[in-house]
């Protein structure tokens, strides 16, 4: 059984940068057939998937168009976490932040119990 | 990458049967069979229902299907119960390597 526990700050200010980490168990972040992603929801846009970050015999990521130029997920091995990083916050991005596991092919079986991030100064 | 269009909400009684549609294009829903479905209930994480278009994790009623055809999919819930009152998303993968979900289902029970 996954489980993964979310950590990090519920307020940023304009312009500065969104950080938050999830812990894995059960599961290792170097899985070759598990990946890592990050999803968010607001009333206004409802599930939005940021991003991913996945092993197979090397570390790869893919990122949403609509964050691409502002977004990065990184992968700890020696932690068993894996992180999200997004530049230049704006109101527009306050949301509950998830991570999650899964893939394409067998769903997102896993997530994490969610983080409400509010960007205000 | 637009988000798929789904019905914004979706009501049936008791005992009936309700279908919720999700349609994208021939770049993501029409171009794989990489379309899973998931269930919200107010407060919580969502829940995988359905994955590869009609594929139920395991401990997910049987009352659940689903199908495809061309760009739109399609989850059935069977015998409505009153705990089916949620909102629902689906969501594809892309031909560009990246996921993107639905807009999202409120189902009632009436």
């Known amino acids: 059984q996954v489980q993964l526990q979310q950590s990090g700050p519920g307020l940023v200010k304009p312009s500065q940068t969104l950080s938050l980490t999830c812990a894995i168990s059960g599961d290792s972040v170097s899985s070759n057939s598990a990946a890592w992603n990050w999803i968010r929801q607001s009333p206004s846009r409802g599930l939005e998937w940021l991003g991913r970050?996945?092993?197979?015999?090397?570390?790869?990521?893919d990122y949403a168009i609509s964050v691409k130029s502002r977004i990065t997920i990184n992968p700890d091995t020696s932690k068993n976490q894996f992180s999200l990083q997004l530049n230049s916050v704006t109101p527009e991005d306050t949301a509950v932040y998830y991570c999650?596991?899964?893939?394409?092919?067998?769903?997102?079986?896993?997530w994490g119990q969610g983080t409400l991030v509010t960007v205000s100064s | 990458q637009s988000a798929l269009t789904q019905p914004a909400s979706v009501s049936g009684s008791p005992g009936q049967s309700i279908t919720i549609s999700c349609t994208g294009t021939?770049?993501?829903?029409?171009?794989?069979?990489?379309v899973s479905w998931y269930q919200q209930h107010p407060g919580k994480a969502p829940k995988l229902m359905m994955y590869d278009v009609s594929n139920r994790p395991s401990g997910v009623s049987n009352r659940f299907s689903g199908s495809k055809s061309g760009n739109t999919a399609s989850l059935t819930i069977s015998g409505l119960q009153a705990e089916d009152e949620a909102d629902y998303y689906c969501i594809s993968y892309t031909s560009s390597g990246t996921l993107v979900f639905g807009t999202g289902t409120k189902v009632t029970v009436l």
């Open positions: 970050t996945y092993y197979r015999s090397k570390w790869y990521n």
């Open positions: 021939s770049s993501d829903v029409g171009a794989y069979n990489y």
């Open positions: 999650a596991s899964g893939t394409a092919a067998a769903g997102i079986g896993y």
